[in-house]
């Protein structure tokens, strides 16, 4: 009896004995909240290494779940917990899109499919032929769950291939390393993997075959949207995706790695934007320094302006011009314009109209004071003398030409302050004053219409930010303000819709 | 003549029986042996040593002494009472217990860890679990050790269960009876009479849980995380290192495991018979 009562006591001294040896275990994180990261278990050796380099650099803490891909992503959508999430490869990061837990990707490495043999390559396999043979055991990712699989099994039905292998394959295994394990061991003589995955594998080497070439795969890091930590978790991100730091130790671990930004811990991205598109992008800019915690110097001004800083030696990440005329005048910095918006020309009167003024001709009335764009300092002065021209106005109108600014803001100030009766210039410069003045639209000229692209430049240290900020302003929100701002949105894809 | 022939068949017949029965037996046993020989050859002192060297490996370790013993005591705990209610008592809804108790058994590892982290963070109009453990009781548990322990102790205890339901079906219940026309409460009866003849049952409940509790890996997974230092347990370990293929690490840490499950096993059978029978 009363060893009863002293294994009962016995047991629950132990258990609050372990309790608190669990409890005290826990190491105090270093300073402030930690960054929490799913990744799949495959980059386990690649992320611990940045991980430890990151934490001595920055005295901060990252915390890793490790795990299956597809379990990681199911933990995500359960848990609602966490900061980023890096998979096995980017198609687990379209699902997490797809199902609204990943808010933005960022690229970091690339993985090739290979032929995966012993070192020495004692079967000298060569081709793909070589795998059909039946001396050769054949070990593959299953095309159902494995990444590997699904893309192996594509590319070689495109090309008539798979059939045949599917018949010779031994057996098919969950994930990659499942079969380089097998082929390590000796359970089979051969198996299609990541060449990026051999590298902890030393008695293993690889064979590159064409058919598999165009066969790789994106290893990218998703931030997960419900965070509320995003600055911190973009910061990690940042550093993994980038090409003095994380991208080193990818490279190191068998990665293809290629371009990624150039590591800050608070980098500026400087951007040039015609004066016009201040009040489409502004917010968004601003929003988009605080989401990652960086900053965004932006000079708004007269795209002719802004190139002639550009030929002067000015070298901004990124420029959103207000006319592809005016990208185009600095191509060999920006080799990859994107067009995002068009904004069309029309004439501003005061309210009411008072002048009776309805089409371009009717700007060469005698007394009238119009003002319009400069020709050479902006892109809606040169898109100004265009229209005028194609009209077969420009001579009539010029005489009338009291004053040509390098931005529209300028002429709806002067047409408020009544220092004019009427000015050409983009609609979205009226979005703001629509109390004051009233819009005319010039008909029948279709180069009254200005088209903005946008362009990262060849030379910028942060491409990868500045295609997020660019991300950014495609968003929904970003083009509702566009189109709120008088902005016609160009088709870019699916949800880049004509507002 | 009958009785000097009948010891000679009776040896004639002893012979094959244990043949059958030994060669039978020792099928299984071999197997076993082989298995573990396998992980020897496989991996080298030096690899062996190495993996035990590490301070992730340690954590782990560590961690796996401490959550398997907590929730093998827990399991205890709860598989005794609960064994006693379904061995005892005819109470309406018996057999659904008694099926609810069996779930953890049958079901999938992976899916007890879903449930267990769905559980912990299902909004029930707006409040959840996790946040009110966390924000109110300042004990978070998803991906921090009580998670572990948790996801452990859910298979355990099943086991658990069945090994002190089986331990009280073989206690005849007529002492109880007896203490009871003699004054003792069913509280007595129990606590004097029942649960001190059930002592070796106890141990072989905390022994199996606690060796399921070893083996446990995918419920912790999902519900626990594998963070380095924090969740990470050696079976996690083993997993993390055939992910990177270091094959030769993860049959490091499966033997240490084993060896853990042995000493383990040996200690609690030597407790609760006095010997090693």
């Given at each position: 009896m009363n060893r009863t009562y002293l294994l009962m006591a016995g047991s629950l001294v132990a258990l609050i004995g372990i309790v608190v040896m669990l409890g005290d275990r826990e190491k105090p994180s270093s300073s402030g909240r930690a960054v929490m990261l799913y990744c799949a278990a495959s980059n386990r050796a690649v992320m611990e290494s940045i991980r430890k380099e990151y934490e001595q650099e920055f005295d901060r803490s990252v915390d890793i779940q490790y795990g299956p891909s597809q379990t990681l992503l199911s933990s995500i959508e359960v848990?609602?917990?966490?900061d980023l999430y890096l998979p096995a490869d980017d198609s687990y990061l379209n699902l997490g899109k797809e199902k609204g837990l990943i808010a933005e990707e960022i690229p970091i490495a690339k993985m090739q499919a290979v032929i995966a043999v012993p070192k020495g390559n004692p079967k000298s396999i060569q081709s793909l032929n070589d795998l059909l043979r039946d001396d050769v055991r054949v070990v593959l990712a299953s095309p159902d769950s494995a990444a590997i699989g699904k893309v192996v099994r594509e590319t070689l039905s495109a090309i008539d291939r798979w059939d045949g292998l599917d018949k010779t394959t031994k057996a098919y295994r969950g994930t990659v390393n499942e079969v380089a394990n097998d082929i390590k061991i000796g359970a089979a003589d051969a198996g299609i993997v990541y060449d990026a995955v051999l590298h902890t594998y030393p008695d293993l080497t690889f064979v590159e075959i064409p058919e598999l070439a165009a066969t790789a795969s994106q290893i990218s890091v998703g931030v997960i949207a419900s965070t509320e930590h995003t600055a911190d978790a973009l910061h990690f991100a940042r550093y993994i995706a980038s090409a003095d730091r994380g991208l080193e130790h990818y490279g190191n671990h068998g990665f293809r790695v290629s371009g990624g930004d150039t590591w800050a811990d608070q980098p500026e991205l400087s951007v040039f934007a015609g004066s016009m598109l201040r009040p489409a992008i502004e917010d968004t800019i601003a929003a988009f320094e605080k989401r990652e915690g960086v900053k965004v110097n932006r000079v708004y001004n007269g795209c002719g302006i802004l190139v002639a800083q550009m030929k002067a030696g000015q070298h901004p990440d990124a420029y959103f011009a207000c006319d592809s005329e005016f990208m185009n005048q600095v191509h060999d910095l920006f080799p990859e314009p994107v067009p995002v918006s068009q904004n069309e020309l029309v004439i501003l009167v005061q309210k009411g109209n008072p002048k009776g003024i309805s089409s371009l001709r009717d700007l060469s009335k005698e007394g009238l004071r119009v003002g319009i764009g400069h020709e050479k300092q902006c892109a809606m002065g040169w898109i100004t003398q265009n229209t005028f021209r194609e009209g077969g106005v420009q001579q009539e109108i010029m005489p009338n030409v009291t004053v040509q600014t390098p931005t529209g803001d300028m002429l709806v100030n002067q047409l408020q302050t009544g220092s004019l009766d009427a000015a050409v210039a983009y609609l979205s410069n009226a979005a703001g004053a629509s109390e004051f003045l009233d819009a005319i639209r010039i008909q029948g000229i279709d180069c009254s219409v200005a088209t903005q692209p946008w362009a990262v430049a060849k030379q910028s240290p942060y491409p990868n930010l500045a295609s997020r900020l660019f991300q950014q302003i495609c968003s929904t929100e970003s083009q509702d303000i566009f189109a709120a701002e008088g902005f016609r949105w160009q088709n870019l894809g699916k949800d880049a819709t004509d507002e | 003549m009958k009785s000097t022939s009948s010891p000679t068949f009776r040896r004639r017949s002893d012979t094959p029986f244990f043949l059958v029965m030994g060669g039978i037996s020792a099928c299984f046993i071999i197997l076993i042996v082989l298995l573990l020989a396998a992980d020897v050859v496989f991996t080298s002192p030096s690899d062996f040593i190495d993996a035990l060297r590490k301070p992730e490996i340690q954590a782990a370790f560590r961690l796996t002494i401490l959550s398997c013993s907590a929730a093998a005591v827990l399991s205890l705990w709860v598989a005794t009472p609960l064994g006693y209610l379904l061995s005892r008592y005819r109470f309406p809804g018996r057999w659904l217990v008694d099926t609810l108790v069996d779930i953890p058994i049958v079901l999938p590892p992976l899916v007890l860890g879903l449930s267990l982290l769905i559980l912990f963070h299902l909004p029930i109009f707006g409040w959840e679990l996790e946040a009110w453990l966390r924000d109110s009781v300042g004990f978070p548990v998803t991906y921090q050790w009580p998670a572990v322990v948790l996801a452990q102790f859910s298979v355990a205890c099943a086991f658990a269960v069945r090994t002190m339901r089986v331990t009280f079906d073989q206690i005849d219940p007529r002492a109880e009876d007896v203490a009871r026309t003699l004054g003792c409460t069913r509280g007595q009866a129990f606590m004097q009479i029942a649960l001190p003849q059930a002592w070796r049952g106890m141990i072989a409940a905390t022994t199996i849980a606690w060796a399921r509790a070893l083996g446990e890996f995918g419920p912790i997974l999902v519900f626990a995380g594998a963070t380095r230092m924090r969740t990470e347990v050696l079976s996690t370990t083993v997993f993390l290192e055939l992910s990177i293929g270091q094959l030769n690490a993860a049959v490091a840490v499966s033997l240490l495991m084993v060896a853990m499950a042995v000493v383990v096993l040996l200690i609690l059978r030597v407790l609760g018979t006095g010997l090693n029978a």
């Open positions: 848990a609602k917990q966490g | -």
